[in-house]
């Protein structure tokens, strides 16, 4: 149960993730949209792979393989964060939609 809930929890976080870094311009600009998403599947495979498999197995391929995921989920849960946090604030950017980080440091 405590798997299912994680691995839609981290779902979420990687749609929310990336739906976000795609509406960043320089990233818009620089990436293509297939290679981003290809990139967040990959990464969700990474992290779906080491719950599933790397979880209660033995073995180097297991422990590697959950290693790489967990270690992907803190990551992009200290990515999320902060995100989520100034999108509540700013209400999605209807609030203060004037001042971004493109135009701050552009």
């Excluded at 990336?18 to 967040?40: D, N």
């Excluded at 209660?56 to 967990?70: C, N, P, Q, V």
């Excluded at 995100?83 to 950017?93: A, E, N, S």
Aim: charged share 10%.
């Amino acid at each position: 149960m405590f798997g299912t809930i994680l691995i839609s929890v981290c779902t979420f976080m990687h749609v929310y993730v990336f739906w976000r870094a795609s509406s960043v311009p320089f990233v818009e600009q620089h990436i293509s949209k297939k290679l981003l998403i290809g990139a967040g599947v990959i990464l969700w495979g990474l992290f779906f792979c080491g719950r599933v498999i790397g979880h209660a197995k033995t073995g180097i391929l297991a422990a590697f393989l959950e290693f790489l995921g967990m270690n992907w989920m803190a990551i992009f849960f200290l990515t999320f964060l902060p995100l989520l946090v100034v999108d509540l604030i700013t209400f999605w950017g209807f609030f203060m939609p004037r001042i971004t980080f493109y135009k701050i440091f552009k």
